[in-house]
C-alpha cells in the first residue's frame, strides 16, 4: 500500500492550501481515511476523517469551520481542504487509511507526509 500526500507548502496567515493523498494498493473506497499533523516539538495530533463512503465526517475542534476533509473513490484520492490557516497549523500533515473512521491513532498506513508553514 503507497499513500503519497502532496499540496503543501508556504502560505501567510489567512490564506488556503489543498492537501491531496493518493493511495494505491488498496481497494480505495473500502477504507476510511484521516487526516493528522506534527508540529515541531509537539506530539501528532487528530485532524479529519472521513468513512469509506465519504458520509462519515469529523473535525478536530481547533480547524472546525475551516477545514474541509473529501474524498473521490474514482480518483483514489482524499482532499484537506484548508482555508483561513494560521500560523499554528505550520505541521507536517500526514494521511492514513484504515478500516474505520476514528480520531485515534488505529489507522493501518501512512503516508510520508508534508508540511505546511503558514507564515504571520
Known amino acids: 500500500v503507497q499513500l503519497q500526500a502532496s499540496g503543501g507548502g508556504l502560505v501567510q496567515a489567512g490564506g488556503s492550501l489543498r492537501l491531496s493523498c493518493a493511495v494505491s494498493g488498496r481497494t480505495f473506497s473500502s477504507y476510511a481515511m484521516g487526516w493528522f499533523r506534527q508540529a515541531p516539538g509537539k506530539e501528532r495530533e487528530f485532524v479529519a476523517t472521513?468513512?469509506?463512503?465519504?458520509?462519515?465526517?469529523y473535525l478536530a475542534d481547533s480547524v472546525k469551520g475551516r477545514f474541509t476533509i473529501s474524498r473521490d473513490n474514482a480518483k483514489n484520492t482524499v482532499f484537506l481542504q484548508m482555508n483561513s490557516l494560521k500560523p499554528e497549523d505550520t505541521a507536517v500533515y500526514y494521511c492514513?487509511?484504515?478500516?474505520?473512521?476514528?480520531?485515534?491513532?488505529?489507522?493501518?498506513?501512512w503516508g510520508p507526509g508534508t508540511l505546511v508553514t503558514v507564515s504571520s
Open positions: 472521513i468513512s469509506p463512503s465519504g458520509s462519515i465526517k
Open positions: 492514513a487509511l484504515g478500516p474505520r473512521p476514528t480520531t485515534s491513532s488505529r489507522y493501518d498506513y
